[in-house]
Nanobody, 113 residues
């Protein structure tokens, strides 16, 4: 079993920065880790992913502003810069293998204008 725990969310003004962290426990192997977000009334959407080898993928709306990193198999971070009010939402950590995927409980990010 895999458990994911996010931290680092909060309230920030537009233009500010936040750093999200995700700590994984359990049977973490070579799967991908990533961040997704969900705003009220919207579907959950991909923000960024990173493979065990360090290859990254970003949604177009965060390219150049957010950076995903992974310092070992069990910790992943999301550095969010130049935040906009439309970045507001619950951010979820994700771990995915070919067999299944796991989700954290989410952390709230609120960007005020």
């Amino acid at each position: 079993q895999v458990q994911l725990v996010e931290s680092g969310g909060g309230l920030v003004q537009a233009g500010g920065s936040l750093r999200l962290s995700c700590a994984a426990s359990g049977s973490i192997g070579g799967g991908n880790m990533g961040w997704y977000r969900q705003a009220p009334g919207n579907q959950r959407e991909l923000v960024a992913t990173i493979t065990s080898g360090g290859s990254t993928n970003y949604a177009n709306f965060v390219k150049g502003r957010f950076i995903i990193s992974r310092d070992n198999a069990k910790k992943v971070y999301l550095q969010m810069n130049s935040l906009k009010p439309e970045d507001t939402g619950v951010y979820y950590c994700n771990y995915a293998t070919w067999a299944r995927q796991y989700w954290g409980q989410g952390t709230q990010v609120t960007v005020s204008s």
